[in-house]
């Protein structure tokens, strides 16, 4: 499998922006949405944990849909973006 590379500012700018337009859809949901945010910054899992105070293994749990986060964990992570946890209205055209 090929290592990971680190992505340019244009690359982390562009995802940023699909971030927020996403969340602005109510279009953002775990885990792939951790995922686009770690890489939005441009970070490795363990760069984005170590920035959270988090260990790796919880961030690559969270990824793979393996684990529960915390509300206070949600909160470090969205913070990041200026993201608040909250509900949103469900989709009609996504699957219950």
Not at 45 to 52: I, K
Not at 80 to 91: D, K, Q, Y
Request: charged share 30%.
């Amino acid at each position: 499998m090929p290592r990971w590379k680190k992505p340019t500012k244009d690359e982390i700018l562009a995802n940023r922006r699909e971030i927020a337009e996403r969340a602005r859809n109510a279009d953002l949901r775990l885990p792939d949405a951790l995922v686009q945010i770690r890489k939005g910054l441009g970070m490795t899992q363990a760069e984005f944990a170590g920035m959270l105070f988090l260990q790796k293994r919880q961030i690559a749990e969270i990824e793979a849909g393996k684990a529960n986060p915390t509300l206070a964990t949600l909160q470090k992570i969205g913070r990041l973006f200026g993201f608040e946890v909250g509900f949103v209205p469900r989709n009609p055209d996504l699957p219950k």
